[in-house]
């Protein structure tokens, strides 16, 4: 597994990691021991860099005791990576906000303990608080940074400006934001102001929750525990559009002898050496599939046929409009 340098402040890790939200949560019923078995099959491919949070636990921290259960064993050779800002006590879960530094060393402290390490490597801000200025955010990361439980500060979901104002008071190693052939917004604003700063980027949702695996059906097919249910990129003329597209790309795909999920991650490895997707699975099998991407290697004209196939992304909005309202994008 290559391994790429993620911003200019010493962190370094594989060229694809690994999302371990599904294992938890938004996917529908899971278990705990594939979870398991899937991330300790990750680190036998060369996957060093593992991603959880609070909000994917519920508050219960399940999915960061599910994490750190799993590499228990080689935890110095990996990279953590967590995050704090919602508001656990809020309903529905999700809804609510808590960025205030006495709530970020709580749930610093909570991570600790459920992923059994004595630092976490990655801290990232979830989401943006607005009820707490983001220098306030960045002050106490940086204490943690300071007395050794975090190594490097991330931001995730937030625009050019918080980015700034943030990496201003604390450097700022990480941005985590949504990004695919599905959804390509970080590309204009946000992505030049991390390469003026030194900034690397976590694509998560990069295989566009799943569709760009091929393995595809309407909303109306998934369970209501699964987000598909209601995404609108599964929604009636959007889902017919972006099955279009998910074929073509399969064509493409084929031609090369590589699998859509593998074409999908591979454009995304080629839009810079600081990118680093985190392909979610609680699947061994897709995990092996995904791995291969850091591999292939696309020509010039494969990503001109992407781009003709995809010009702007998907159709249909990758959350729906009241919760959108709730990103911060400045």
Known sequence: MQHRNLGSQGLRVSALG??????????????????????????????????????????TGSNEVLLGEAVRDFRDEVVLATKFGFDMTAQPLGSGFNSRPENIRKVAENSLRYLRTDHIDLFYQHISDPNVPVEEVAGAVGELITEGKVKYFGLSNVGPQYIRRAHAVTRVSVLQYEYSLFEREVEEKILPVLRELGIGLVPYSPLGRGFLTGVVKPASEYPQDDMRSWDERWQGENYTYNLRATEQLKDLANAKGITTAQLALAWLLAQGEDVVPIPGTRSAQRLEENAGAADVQLAAADLARITEILPHGSAGSRYPAALMSDYSTD
């Open 18 to 59: 690994l999302g371990v939200m599904g294992m938890s949560m938004a996917y529908g019923a899971s278990n705990d021991e594939e979870g398991v078995a899937t991330i300790r099959r990750a680190h036998e491919l060369g996957v060093d860099f593992f991603d959880t949070a609070e909000l994917y636990g519920a508050g």
